[in-house]
């Protein structure tokens, strides 16, 4: 059933091991050691345990970690690591193999807390509590969300007042809402932790800032003033031992203050190299983006490990006889099958050039290649980004491969259900999604009225005429996009000309330009009135401008994805890829159909030939379903499901060899003769 | 912002007491007493265990059921029962409020184990076995699904062959893949279990029938020949001891055969009531289509759970200023956070009314009422249908309601989390959703055609003509609905007549009609080819045939929610509804908008106003929201979620009460002064 019609001399297979290497991105090393390191039990986790006992657990999997040096990879040479971000963010996403409890313990050690310490700290605070944070003697939290601000973090609670008569700072959580929650390490683990609160010097409130606060001694007992308490149980992640902190005027030396972009002197002076506190806070926070780009490139892996499994077994599973009355038919053969699993394999793709992209600008701003404030500015967009549209797709992707394996994939034993509780939280933590595409939106605003704002004559008549076709073509239906191709008479042939990349482009680019000139627009005609009038036509375009935001995010994976095929040198290989390419764009197309429709866009005519054209390509590409997964190097070791081996296979051919035998031998029993006359019999075969 | 500009007079508050009244269905009392007791501590598990420590907690709950007599009202008076399905059904669903695994474990009890028994076998084996099954003496096991076959239950290979010079019946698996397995009660505390096995009598297979086989003595000890393994953890239910078992030539005396649809006499002659073999199989099986429409009623109510917690908790929570220095806005008033809900909302209302229709044909069938063979071939329909979309739905609803409650959603003391992962395997248990929405769609299919199979020459004649005007339509773009609403020149008017209940069920019905014609024009079209011709084209068709049936259910979601409509009498609460459910209609044209665009039955205009009239809606049902979940009547404790009740309010009213008391005392700290001139301050604020 896997029909190709319309090409001759189609690739007879991809070139599995060239492709494997390309997906593994700049930093293959990297990953390769840490794929043989998760293949370790000692780093396998027993999730039959009581939460408390499972944090033991992923503690002592941690140790293991700092036994292997991996946290040195990142930081400066002076605290004897090798400086490479990129490497060291590689490392870490593939810890998810292992189990997403390790990595988001380790995460919140090294990640977050000594994070926080390197990026706003000092050298000579990196030289005080760098080391004992790496070799985890300082087990730590990074205390930032309140109980009441979580997406809000400028509106915290919690104040750190300094106090000239002793060169000390306050930390103090003047009621429940400002009691630090969610924090991983937090409930029982932590000794110290880097605590975000509003800095208050000499009266005046200098925004949030960052202060390493010690809050256990070695007995685990708190210090004075620190206190508590359990998160208790969760969704998932039960390896993190998450909780709450709460501060009652707890003082700490005015050193402890992370002060490289806000600083109080002896004099009890605040200064700072960034004058607006806007700006200041944005760039503090800023700094904190290494926990959405491994998200990113975590969630993208559990994608693969997704799409393995399911394929794997969606290759040797069969159920019903279709078309013979001997063999049954695999499920992958199956055309909802295929629609379930193969348009998230091409997704996959293009997540996977998507994060290589974020990860090289990553390692190129915190390496320092190219750290300017542009280039801050994009690695934060990408990481929101593409965030918020991994996270989102892993859940949807273990969900889809958990039903497509049946009650399979529910068994602990297949992996898929621990995943996706663990990765339930990746949508919400280090930056909600929705209000991440929200950031992403607006910059797509600010993008669209800088342009406008600095625009020549030519840009603002090009503008203007841009506008009027744009009114024009929404009134009598007209396509603003003729020039990228032209429809005829033939539905399939009009279709076609969809696979021309540029045209994919140019409509994927549309639909999120135009939204947002819209809005603009709209935003544009109530610049002058009262915040609240303002704030009302945004609100009443919220859903759009996600929606545009997501489309964005699309594209650039899309373009990643287009960049990525020049990488790949076989050419039958890079052929299955450019129709993964295509399929990936096409089903963007057929995702938000309306709208191209709505708008003119597209023909109603290409809109109806669409869902075959998809559908036909899907089947010209599920004969490299398997080798497109196998391109992911994830072994049935790394995977760790039964069904991802060669189990489901294997009864099989027990069970024909079986019938086979009995058909043979005789032996093998009638079938009930059919009644000769039975008006009502199978009248309703509705049954499958 | 909850913006509602287009009514005067607009109802103040909804009837919350009556409507509830409403929503609870034909048995109330049943509902309401279920609820009483799953407010009994004893029933509420926990999760903190390992999982053979649940099974036992949930063993010994399903036991205090057993004690309240629950178990009674299902089965006949000579049985000491009080015979109405339809009140069992209604109590047994609500176990999902106490905890999905006592649900589950209880149902595989006495709605699957007991049901086969008292379905599918005489009186004789009712008084022999069914006292023991209701008192517990006799845990036991629904036998069915193997490794190797789960969806085609018609092909699984586990033997039943009678042997004449004993008058028995011998049990035998004769390869892995036929080994039972995801059987609740196997793995620990199963006594005996029906078996679904070939039936060989004399040499012929008269195909699968169901036989009482004993399987464990009193010591838990496994009798000779049978043999098991345990399931191990799972995604979710781990109160429920899944397992598989295989038999060696075990042997059970004639009468254990369940003989209502096949039986064999002391001659060792065969019969059957039902002549032709397929339809036997599909009678047999279409007795149990209680498990079906029991999950449909607990997804229903996970929903209604699901959006409790988060309307409660949203009109709570409050994140950023956006029209106001000083109150923050909340999470209810931000537009994509109704789009999230609301919407949600409306299809919950949709799928209770839904439910109650399917519940009240469950009740006529096996009461007696109606239990005429169309009447059971509509009520395995609409359960194939509902099932397949609200225990999708449910996950989708608990998925958005966990992100909607942000880091909250994700602790276990606020339930929703343990909710998704117990009613995950919902989705592909009691029948594969894809499968059953493609059973679903067979059906369309076969009344279809036996519509014009049957047809006079008016019909026919008729036929010719829609199709003819189909065509031309598809090749001119005119729409084939004109008669239902007239386009006007103004878009808001023109989307407006969608209000229409008319306009709303022809334009939903057309979608499914004109699928379902299109797939039978192109099978009619190979109806004499061979069957792997026919298989493909089948095929080619099933993503397709598959989005028709959904399509089809959801019209009927559509119907059931709009004779609802009927059961209120408070005018006010009528007309919010009415709002509720023109949201539902629409919100379905919205996803489908591409294939109403491309077939000419929405024209661009109404297709591009389409969004923002759904937005205007949502912003209208905003104020109602709570009063629309309340009605659902789950208490705080029966939610047992910490953010279902007033925390949130307390821990801001706190905090508002600090700062009015700060600013009142002028210590307040000062805003740090913003700077002179700062070019680069805030120009790209792009962080909400």
Redesign the interface.
């Known amino acids: 059933?896997a029909?190709v019609s319309e090409d001759a001399a189609l690739p007879t297979h991809i070139d599995v091991a060239g492709l494997g290497e390309v997906l593994l991105g700049r930093w293959p090393e990297a990953r390769k050691a840490a794929r043989e390191r998760a293949l370790d039990p000692r780093l396998h986790s027993n999730?039959?345990?009581?939460?408390e006992d499972q944090r033991e657990l992923t503690f002592e999997q941690v140790k293991i970690l700092r036994d292997a040096g991996t946290a040195l990879v990142g930081v400066p040479e002076y605290l004897g690591g090798s400086n490479s971000p990129g490497a060291n963010v590689s490392a870490f996403e593939e810890l998810v193999l292992a189990d997403p409890s390790l990595q988001i313990k380790s995460g919140v050690q090294w990640g977050l807390f000594g994070s926080a310490v390197l990026n706003l700290g000092s050298k000579e605070h990196h030289l005080e509590w760098l080391p004992d944070i790496l070799n985890l003697n300082t087990p730590g939290v990074f205390a930032m969300?309140e109980?009441?601000?979580?997406?809000?973090v400028a509106?915290i609670?919690t104040t750190a007042t300094y106090l000239p008569e002793s060169d000390e700072f306050e930390i103090h959580t003047?009621?429940?809402?400002?009691w630090k929650?969610?924090l991983g390490n937090a409930a029982v683990h932590g000794k110290a932790a880097v605590v975000f609160a509003?800095l208050?010097v000499k009266?005046?409130?200098?925004?949030v800032h960052c202060l390493y606060v010690p809050i256990r001694n070695d007995n685990g007992e708190f210090l004075p003033g620190v206190g508590g308490e359990d998160?208790?149980?969760?969704?998932?992640l039960n390896g993190v031992d998450n909780g709450r902190l709460h501060f009652t005027n707890v003082r700490v030396p005015r050193f402890n203050l992370l002060n490289k972009y806000g600083a109080v002197d002896e004099n009890g002076e605040y200064s700072s190299p960034i004058?607006?506190?806007?700006?200041r806070f944005?760039t503090m926070?800023g700094t904190l983006v290494q926990g959405r780009v491994s998200l990113d490139g975590a969630a993208v892996l559990a994608n693969q490990m997704a799409l393995s499994i399911a394929v794997r077994y969606a290759e040797q599973r069969r159920?019903?006889?279709?078309?013979?009355d001997i063999r049954?038919q695999t499920l992958l053969?199956?055309?909802?099958h295929q629609?379930?699993l193969i348009p998230r394999i091409a997704e996959t793709y293009a997540m996977i050039f998507a994060h290589q992209q974020l990860l090289d600008k990553f390692h190129e701003v915190f390496s320092g290649e190219d750290d300017s404030?542009g280039n801050r500015?994009d690695l934060?967009?990408l990481a929101a980004a593409f965030k918020s549209m991994s996270t989102w797709s892993a859940?949807d992707t273990l969900?889809e491969a958990?039903?497509a394996c049946?009650?399979a994939?529910?068994?602990?034993?297949n992996r898929?259900?621990?995943l996706?509780?663990d990765l339930?939280?990746y949508?919400?933590?280090e930056g909600?999604?929705?209000?991440l595409l929200?950031?992403v939106a607006?910059?797509l605003l600010?993008d669209y009225s800088?342009e406008f704002k600095n625009a020549d004559v030519g840009v603002m008549a090009r503008y203007v005429a841009d506008r009027a076709t744009e009114a024009g073509f929404?009134r009598s239906?007209l396509r603003k996009l003729t020039q990228a191709f032209t429809d005829t008479g033939d539905a399939r042939k009009s279709v076609n000309a969809l696979r021309d990349p540029e045209a994919q482009r140019a409509l994927l680019m549309d639909r999120v330009e135009t939204i947002i000139e819209d809005v603009a627009d709209e935003m544009r005609a109530v610049a002058r009135k009262s915040?609240?009038e303002k704030?009302?036509v945004?609100?009443?375009?919220?859903?759009?401008l996600?929606e545009a935001a997501r489309s964005h995010a699309q594209l650039l994976q899309w373009e990643a994805f287009t960049e990525g095929l020049e990488k790949i040198q076989d050419p039958g290989t890079k052929r299955v890829l450019t129709w993964l390419r295509d399929l990936f764009g096409l089903h963007l197309l057929?995702e938000?159909?309306?709208?191209?429709?709505?708008?003119?866009r597209l023909s109603?005519r290409r809109?109806?030939a669409?869902?075959s054209y998809v559908?036909r390509l899907i089947a010209r590409l599920r004969p490299y379903a398997l080798q497109l997964v196998d391109s992911f190097g994830l072994s049935p070791e790394l995977l760790r499901a039964e069904i991802a081996g060669t189990v489901e296979e294997e009864?099989?051919q027990?069970?024909d060899t079986?019938f086979r035998r009995l058909r043979a031998s005789g032996d093998a029993?009638?079938?009930?003769?059919?009644?000769a006359r039975?008006p009502?019999?199978?009248?309703?075969?509705?049954?499958?």
């Not at 945004?538 to 759009?544: K, P, V």
């Not at 009502?680 to 499958?688: D, L, N, S, Y």
């Open positions: 059933m029909r999730h039959n345990l009581t939460f969300t109980i009441g601000h979580g997406s809000d509106s609670g003047p009621f429940k809402a400002a929650d969610y509003q208050i009266g005046v409130n200098h925004g998160d208790g149980r969760k969704g998932g004058v607006s506190p806007g700006r944005f926070i159920q019903f006889n279709t078309d013979s049954e053969d199956y055309q909802q629609r379930r404030d500015q934060e967009t859940l969900q958990r039903e049946g009650g994939g529910f068994m602990a034993k898929i259900p621990q996706r509780a339930d939280i949508a919400t933590f909600d999604n929705t209000v929200q950031l607006k910059r600010t800088d929404n239906g915040k609240s704030a009302e945004f609100n009443n375009n919220q859903h759009r996600i057929e938000n159909l309306g709208w191209y429709l709505a708008y003119g109603m809109g109806r669409l869902e559908n009864r099989q027990e069970a079986y029993p009638a079938k009930e003769a059919k009644p039975d009502k019999a199978e009248t309703r075969g509705h049954h499958a």
